[in-house]
């Protein structure tokens, strides 16, 4: 990676991992607002699959850091794009981990296509929590992450657009590959 350019596996984990995440959301909010319970699985297996994807980006970006803002942009803007990229990053990363404890001690299991990771937690026909505590905690944290992940998605979408729409700079061809 250079100031002007990113690498391939870069770019492809960037893109992934924001069509995914994104993907995730959309379903999920769907999902639940419209109790459509034949997703739930789907979701909760690509939500495991997408964390496969998340955790080398973000061991990544701990150890070469964030890329140098473009000097051209305002001091706000470049503080607000320092704060929007570690919500993305600690976002992308506590989404799926809080669906998993969200899911795994709430006692409805957590599995991959089928493949039991943890097992539902059923007594006489009801699911039942293996841990009430921490499935209420990370139920209301993958509720609330959820929110602010995709507040912040609409950020960076909305700046990535307003760089190369109005300022016409190569910030969004950075992640293209074009720069």
Request: hydrophobic share 50%; net charge neutral.
């Amino acid at each position: 990676m250079t100031n002007t350019s990113f690498s391939l596996a870069t770019r492809s984990l960037h893109w992934l991992v924001g069509i995914t995440m994104l993907s995730l959301i959309i379903v999920g909010i769907y999902m639940a607002n419209f109790e459509v319970w034949a997703l739930y699985d789907i979701h909760k297996s690509m939500g495991v699959l997408a964390l496969l994807l998340i955790l080398p980006r973000v061991i990544y970006r701990l150890i070469q850091g964030f890329p140098e803002a473009n000097s051209a942009h305002s001091q706000w803007e470049q503080k607000l794009s320092h704060i929007v990229h570690w919500i993305l990053l600690i976002g992308t990363l506590m989404m799926p981990v809080s669906g998993m404890l969200y899911s795994g001690f709430g006692g409805y299991g957590v599995d991959i296509f089928g493949l039991s990771l943890v097992s539902e937690n059923v007594v006489d026909d009801s699911i039942v929590p293996y841990n009430e505590s921490i499935f209420v905690i990370s139920k209301a944290s993958h509720w609330v992450i959820g929110y602010c992940l995709s507040a912040a998605i609409l950020l960076h979408v909305a700046g990535a657009l307003k760089h190369h729409v109005i300022d016409k700079d190569d910030t969004l061809k950075r992640m293209t590959g074009k720069a």
